[in-house]
């Protein structure tokens, strides 16, 4: 079993709706949690950084993390073509002081017009 | 400074060839950290610097994999005998250090070993 699960879609919405993501985790000591996008063939792009349990929103995008259930979500709202892309939800541990993040496989989103 | 570049973008190399990578921080990042990903999963961890130390090792770095960060500043990552298992993205990342452990990656290298 790998450390974070995420489920790989693909996920297609039409342009507005909101888009639900989230990954599971298995690793009690993860602390940190981040989203990051990734367009086709370029690298990840950090989107959201969390601290613990609880909400971060930042324009469309809000991220919830619930550490009794070991899950974290992303949710994105009016949803754009250009949001078309995969989005990687990533970890770190509170021990670690390296920094080292684990992801998950990501999802594949697409919004069509 | 226009954030964390690699070279080449992309790479093509035969079987049982050695290649090498670059990659340059975004300037006064003190960390610098090598994943690699193939199609359809996530990133996974290589190595790690801190300055010109290489801290952390994943046992995904095989003893044909070597990374080097001589200055503290730009880092290599050479592959040698390469096997067509290697053919995948290499992403570097950087981030400022304790006070800021945000990981910013750059374009990555593509490779594909024929």
């Known amino acids: 079993q790998k450390e974070v699960e995420q489920d790989p879609g693909p996920l297609s919405v039409p342009e507005g709706a909101i888009v639900s993501l989230n990954c599971t985790y298995s690793?009690?000591?993860?602390?940190?949690f981040m989203w990051y996008r990734q367009y086709s063939r370029k690298g990840p792009e950090l989107l959201m950084y969390?601290?613990?349990?609880g909400n971060k929103e930042d324009g469309r995008f809000t991220a919830q993390v619930d550490k009794s259930s070991k899950y974290i979500s992303l949710f994105i709202r009016d949803s754009q073509p250009s949001d078309s892309a995969t989005y990687l939800c990533?970890?770190?541990?509170?021990?670690?002081?390296?920094?080292?993040?684990?992801f998950g496989r990501g999802t594949q989103l697409t919004v069509w017009p | 400074d226009t954030g964390v570049s690699q070279d080449p973008r992309h790479k093509i190399t035969k079987r049982g060839q050695n290649v090498t990578f670059r990659c340059d921080p975004i300037?006064?990042?003190?960390?610098l950290y090598w994943y690699r990903q193939t199609l359809g999963q996530g990133p996974e961890f290589l190595t790690y610097?801190?300055?010109?130390?290489?801290?952390?090792k994943s046992r995904l770095l095989s003893d044909r994999f070597s990374a080097e960060r001589p200055k503290g500043s730009f880092s290599t990552l050479e592959i040698q005998r390469t096997e067509q298992g290697d053919s995948a993205m290499y992403l570097c990342?950087?981030?400022?250090?304790?006070?800021?452990?945000?990981?910013?990656f750059g374009p990555g290298t593509r490779l594909l070993v024929l």
């Open positions: 969390t601290y613990s349990s």
């Open positions: 990342a950087s981030s400022l250090g304790p006070a800021q452990e945000t990981q910013y």
């Open positions: 610097f801190q300055n010109e130390a290489q801290l952390e």
């Open positions: 300037s006064e990042h003190n960390r």
């Open positions: 990533a970890m770190r541990d509170r021990g670690s002081t390296l920094g080292r993040l684990y």
């Open positions: 690793n009690s000591a993860f602390q940190y």
